[in-house]
C-alpha cells in the first residue's frame, strides 16, 4: 500500500532541509550546478540552463562559474544556514575545488569568457546611459550586478586576470559618473 500513498502523497523532489525556504532554494541550485560542472567544464555553452524544484517553486537560474560562486559564498555567510545544509554545502565545495583541480584550463577559460561578457555588458550599458541618463538610470541596480559579477571573476581568476581592469572600469565610471559604490548599497 505505500506505493498507493506515494501515488497520492509523493516525497517532494528535493532533499530536506534545516535552512529557511530561500536558503535550502539556493542551497539546490547550487548543488544542481555543482552536479553539472564538470559537463559544463568540459562543453562549449558560457551560460547553461539549469531546473530545479525548491520549496520556493520550480527555479531556472543560469549557470556560470561566477553564479556557482556567488550561491557558495552567499551560503557560507548565512548565518540561518541549517548544520545538515552546511554539511550538503560543504559538498558542494568539494565539487567545486574538484573541478578546479582536475580542469584548471577550462576553468580559466571559462571564467575569462564570462569576465568577457560581463564586462561587455557593463560597457553598453555605461555607453546607453551616457547617451541618455534619465532612461537608462531605471537599469542602474540590475546592471549593477554585472558589476559586481566582473569584481568577482576578476577575483576568481586571481594573477590570471587582466592586469589593470578594475582600475581602468573604475576611471570610465568616474568620468560618466556612476559611483557603483554608493549606488549598490541604496
Request: charged share 30%; glycine share 4%.
Amino acid at each position: 500500500m505505500t506505493w498507493l500513498k506515494n501515488l497520492f502523497n509523493p516525497a517532494p523532489p528535493y532533499p530536506p532541509s534545516d535552512s529557511p525556504p530561500a536558503l535550502a532554494a539556493e542551497l539546490i541550485e547550487a548543488e544542481a550546478m555543482a552536479a553539472e560542472l564538470d559537463d559544463y567544464l568540459l562543453g562549449d555553452r558560457l551560460f547553461r540552463q539549469i531546473v530545479v524544484e525548491t520549496p520556493a517553486g520550480t527555479r531556472r537560474p543560469k549557470m556560470t562559474l561566477g553564479c556557482l560562486w556567488e550561491r557558495i559564498q552567499h551560503l557560507q555567510n548565512a548565518a540561518d544556514l541549517g548544520p545538515q545544509d552546511r554539511k550538503r554545502l560543504a559538498a558542494v565545495q568539494e565539487a567545486w575545488d574538484t573541478a578546479r583541480r582536475l580542469y584548471p584550463d577550462q576553468f580559466k577559460r571559462k571564467l575569462r569568457r564570462e569576465l568577457d561578457s560581463y564586462l561587455k555588458n557593463w560597457r553598453y550599458y555605461l555607453e546607453q546611459r551616457a547617451s541618455d541618463p534619465d532612461r537608462w538610470e531605471a537599469d542602474l541596480q540590475a546592471e549593477l550586478r554585472n558589476r559586481r559579477r566582473v569584481e568577482l571573476v576578476l577575483r576568481l581568476l586571481g594573477p590570471d586576470a587582466p592586469y589593470g581592469l578594475l582600475e581602468d572600469l573604475e576611471t570610465l565610471e568616474q568620468d560618466l559618473d556612476i559611483n557603483v559604490t554608493q549606488k549598490d548599497e541604496s
